[in-house]
């Protein structure tokens, strides 16, 4: 999905231009919502309440049968709720006629569910003709999600079945966003993806939510994905029961319980190297290492690049250091095996202080560059 800053459309619709007011989104909070399905023991969801903030993505994970995917319907009312309320805005979503709440909620799915027979365009124009969008508008969005998503203009005459797996994605996508929805909801949108291209549409689904801030609610089982995609993180046990819900850094640091600890693994140490990029670390000076590492051809990545990823990197190059570089190519520094032993060390001994912090654990602004660490 290619990054630009000129996605909007005409009226209403608050894609962001040069000055202008940033794409609508509303906060979503769930009080003590339950489910019971008729004839069932154990209700599906019980006593589940959270909030996310206006603009934030929520990822709800957790084992088979801990209601996210019913958690998500009731949002948008595709099924009915035994007990609590939904806000959405700070209006009750029960108050609302249930088939214009859900023109006014994306929906991706993981089978994308677009409609064969009608074209690409025609996919993404359904709900702003279900609004009564004029024509001339109507098109004018299909072309400005098509620029924003990364497809040629010319892919809006085709039909869903001359197209990749990864561009239905994208196109599933553009439809959730076409009338500007202040909400989300994705259930596992990228469960059916091969694992190459659905790292790809995570990153360039998180770059287009650096551009359309919406409220974002994902349903998926994996917790790496979960960690990489989320603001916030709910696991939820059996029986819809929330277990924790806070940052990633957070549960990764500090697991509510037991359950936590052993779901998102024994690992959690390495899983927080995923959290920190080599931008915010303060890297080892190459001193002469630099002639060396070009003449040989050395692996290099960039700034942006997390801990995790280079931590693969150098073991692939058996332990040879990797050059980060900055959008020009030009070499920052080099991040080494020891260096991230170290940090690593760090973690161990002290998980109340996160990589990217300073020594003296004041972390960076959300959304600031975080203070290098002094680690080489």
């Not at 359950?259 to 002469?288: C, H």
């Not at 060390?345 to 203070?371: F, H, V």
């Amino acid at each position: 999905m290619a990054r630009t800053d000129t996605a909007h459309s005409e009226g209403s619709s608050a894609f962001a231009q040069a000055g202008e007011q940033e794409s609508k989104a509303a906060a979503l909070e769930l009080r003590n919502v339950s489910k019971r399905y008729p004839g069932q023991r154990e209700p599906a969801i019980s006593g589940l309440s959270l909030t996310v903030p206006a603009g934030e993505v929520c990822v709800l994970v957790g084992p088979s049968g801990s209601g996210k995917t019913t958690a998500i319907r009731l949002i948008n009312r595709l099924i009915s709720i035994s007990g609590g309320d939904i806000l959405l805005g700070g209006r009750s979503v029960l108050r609302r006629d249930a088939r214009e709440l859900r023109r006014e909620i994306g929906y991706v799915i993981q089978q994308i569910g677009l409609f064969p027979h009608q074209t690409v365009g025609e996919n993404i124009a359904t709900v702003p003709g279900l609004l009564g969008w004029p024509k001339e508008r109507i098109a004018a969005r299909v072309r400005e999600l098509l620029e924003l998503i990364g497809l040629e203009q010319e892919m809006a005459a085709r039909y869903p079945a001359q197209l990749s797996g990864g561009q239905r994605q994208r196109v599933g996508v553009a439809r959730a966003l076409a009338a500007d929805p202040p909400l989300m909801l994705m259930d596992e949108p990228f469960g059916a993806i091969d694992p190459i291209n659905r790292a790809r549409l995570q990153d360039e689904f998180l770059g287009l939510q650096e551009q359309v801030k919406k409220t974002v609610v994902l349903v998926t089982h994996d917790i790496d994905e979960a960690i990489k995609m989320g603001d916030r993180i709910a696991i939820l046990r059996d029986g819809g029961h929330l277990a924790q819900y806070d940052t990633p850094r957070e549960i990764l640091i500090h697991p509510a319980d037991e359950f936590v600890a052993e779901f998102v693994g024994a690992d959690r140490g390495i899983k927080r190297l995923s959290l920190t990029t080599l931008g915010e670390l303060k890297l080892a000076e190459p001193n002469g290492l630099l002639a060396d590492l070009r003449s040989v051809g050395a692996l290099r990545a960039p700034a942006q690049t997390s801990v995790r990823d280079a931590l693969s990197m150098i073991l692939t190059a058996n332990g040879a250091p990797l050059a980060v570089v900055d959008g020009e190519d030009r070499v920052q520094g080099l991040v080494t095996l020891s260096l991230i032993e170290r940090l690593l060390s760090e973690e161990a001994a002290d998980g109340r202080a996160p990589l990217g912090e300073t020594a003296a654990g004041t972390e960076a602004t959300p959304g600031s560059a975080a203070a290098p660490r002094e680690v080489a």
